[in-house]
């Protein structure tokens, strides 16, 4: 299996200020179709996971631009240009390449 | 809107049988890929199952094969998890998933199974 290994696992940060989050996997996961089936969830205490970035760096309807995904081969990142109250949870990156997919551990993200 | 809504979920002793169950509006739902995601505690997401859209093709990771099986009704817009031989590490909340890109786009809001004698 693709293991995905996320850093750091709690972030605090401050309102405004940037954030970002690495997700590493154990091998390069290029599907035969030429896309990287890299994605990025954000589950708020309380809710549903919610995708936010899908194929490494395509945001979602609805998510706002402040979240922008990017990487390559192994090494990914989401980052958070301001981050704001409402950004408060468990963020998740996931390999849908190789089955079974598989996520990373999470990466709690709390205000200071 | 794309809406799922899982049932089915609920007590049950080790090694017994539930069968979960999750209804589906608002897409097209024939024509996409379906899946059950487990929020295991303490170490997060993990997909269960996957299928296609017309049944034919389904995959399962390794600690359920041979004991869940995924399926789905297009005429009804529903998909199931029939989970046989249950053990206590199968206990968690269960998502029913669109699948787009490769992916979860969009997720239900669980169901509990708690396995317990």
């Known amino acids: 299996d693709v293991v995905m290994t996320q850093s750091p696992l709690s972030l605090p940060v401050t309102l405004g200020q940037p954030a970002s989050i690495s997700c590493r996997s154990s091998q390069s996961f290029v599907h035969s179709d030429g896309n990287t089936y890299l994605d990025w969830f954000q589950q708020r205490p309380g809710q549903s996971p919610r995708r936010l970035i899908y194929k490494v760096s395509n945001r979602d309807s609805g998510v706002p631009d402040r979240f922008s995904g990017s990487g390559s081969g192994t090494d990914f990142t989401l980052k958070i240009s301001r981050v704001e109250a409402e950004d408060v949870g468990v963020y998740y990156c996931?390999?849908?390449?190789?089955?079974?997919?598989?996520f990373g551990q999470g990466t709690k993200v709390e205000i200071k | 809107e794309v809406h799922l809504v899982e049932s089915g979920g609920g007590l049950v002793q080790p090694g017994g049988s539930l069968r979960l169950s999750c209804a589906a509006s608002?897409?097209?739902?024939?024509?996409?890929?379906m899946g059950w995601v487990r929020q295991v505690p303490g170490k997060g997401l993990e997909w269960v199952a996957t299928?296609?859209?017309?049944?034919?093709?389904?995959y399962y990771v390794d600690s359920v094969k041979g004991r869940f099986t995924i399926s789905r009704d297009n005429a009804q817009n529903s998909l199931y998890l029939q989970m046989n031989s249950l053990r206590a590490e199968d206990a968690t909340v269960y998502y029913c998933a669109r699948c787009v890109a490769h992916s979860a786009a969009f997720w239900g809001r669980g169901t509990l199974v708690t396995v317990s004698s």
């Open positions: 608002g897409f097209t739902f024939s024509t996409s890929w």
């Open positions: 299928i296609s859209q017309d049944g034919n093709e389904k």
């Open positions: 996931m390999q849908g390449t190789h089955w079974p997919w598989t």
